[in-house]
């Protein structure tokens, strides 16, 4: 498959234990933030997305966390299983050609590890 | 079901050449994008379309030609004036706001030699 977390930072976590994923933004308009979840040779996969009028919200598994104040979000798996194991990117819409926030921008991604 | 197609999921060429890489999606979404990704990097932006007959660059659009003569497909040509073409390249769709999710294909891995 694609290596496309080769060296990315990696977070290694035990099997059964939760994650925290991080991730820093820059543009302090942003109105919106998405995680998605790449495996190996596919595509990236929508996790879980966020409006700026919230600070938290909830999905099967996963929270995300906003924190506006510092720019950071944050991507929490409980009960952190083998087929987590992936490249985790956050996404924030940013300005393109035409006009104010009309492409999205991925992080770096980092990938997660789950040791059996 | 729904989706989007790319294909082929691998692809050679030998330098010089230009390719087409095909993006085909069903969910009848108006915005499709094109991304690159490179081992250990996030990924750019090339080429994105919110619109029949219409397209912006991205952020590394050098090298790099599309068109979007039907809602449903977006294809990428990767020409010989592309530097390093070698590359993971991701097509994605979505429903053309921006607080809305992108849905990826599975991308095509050319490698030019």
């Known amino acids: 498959g694609e290596s496309v977390g080769l060296h990315l930072p990696t977070l290694s976590v035990q099997e059964g234990d939760n994650s925290i994923i991080n991730c820093a933004y820059s543009n302090s308009a942003s109105d919106y933030f998405i995680w998605y979840k790449q495996e190996s040779g596919k595509g990236p996969q929508f996790i879980i997305d966020i409006r700026s009028n919230m600070d938290k919200r909830q999905g099967q598994r996963v929270t995300v966390l906003l924190n506006k104040t510092v720019k950071h979000l944050s991507l929490q798996i409980a009960a952190t299983q083998p087929g987590d194991s992936a490249v985790y990117f956050c996404a924030e819409p940013t300005c393109g050609n035409t006009g104010a926030n009309s492409k999205l921008t991925f992080g770096k991604g980092i990938t997660l590890s789950v040791r059996p | 079901d729904g989706g989007i197609t790319q294909s082929p999921k691998y692809l050679f060429r030998k330098e010089g050449q230009n390719v087409t890489l095909s993006c085909e999606q069903n969910l009848n979404h108006d915005a499709m994008y094109w991304y690159r990704q490179d081992p250990g990097q996030g990924l750019r932006l090339i080429y994105y379309?919110?619109?029949?007959?219409?397209?912006q660059k991205g952020d590394i659009a050098e090298g790099y030609s599309v068109s979007r003569e039907k809602k449903e497909s977006f294809p990428l040509t990767v020409t010989s004036a592309q530097k390093n073409p070698t590359a993971f390249y991701l097509c994605?769709?979505?429903?053309?706001?921006?607080?809305?999710?992108?849905?990826f294909g599975n991308g095509t891995r050319l490698t030019v030699t």
């Open positions: 994605a769709s979505s429903i053309g706001q921006l607080s809305s999710p992108l849905h």
């Open positions: 379309s919110q619109i029949v007959n219409d397209f």
